[in-house]
């Protein structure tokens, strides 16, 4: 049997499909479904959905659709307060604020990382030196002064 008059129709359709995942709406139908289900039923079902949610931020972050991904990234956070990636939403967070010029906000998340030592609990979250670093030179640049608590 000669499949070899499939190759290019089947090229075809998983172009057009990755281009729609990556697109708006197809953002918009991971969200969904990741979001689609109150969380406290079904542990495995939150597991997966949190780490979905976690993965279309980093999407998201790393295609510069900061506004978007500060939504999905929230979202997360709000519905996963103890998951496995939650530290790490945050700190990407801060990134996501700092991009969005909302620099007290990502100070507060760095201040806040570090005043709970986040990388002990997630090694993803940069260690307590560096966020302090990062939240530093925040304040210098932005001429932010003292920033109050999260």
Known sequence: ?????????L?????????????DPGVDFMYKRF????????????KVNEAGLSR???????????????EVLQRSIDLYPEGANALYNQY?????????DNYVEAVRILDYLRSIDAHTVDKR??????????????????????????
């Open 1 to 9: 049997m000669d499949l070899s008059q499939l190759k290019w129709p």
């Open 11 to 23: 090229i075809v359709v998983v172009i057009v499909l990755g281009w729609w995942l990556i697109s």
């Open 35 to 46: 979001t689609q289900e109150a969380p406290g039923y079904d542990v495995e079902k939150d």
């Open 56 to 70: 279309l931020g980093g999407f998201l972050l790393k295609t510069f659709r900061y506004k978007r991904c500060q």
């Open 92 to 100: 990407r967070l801060a990134k996501c604020a700092e991009k969005l």
């Open 125 to 150: 979250v940069p260690e307590k030196e560096n966020l302090k670093l990062r939240a530093d030179k925040l304040r210098e640049t932005h001429e932010l002064g003292e920033v109050s608590g999260f």
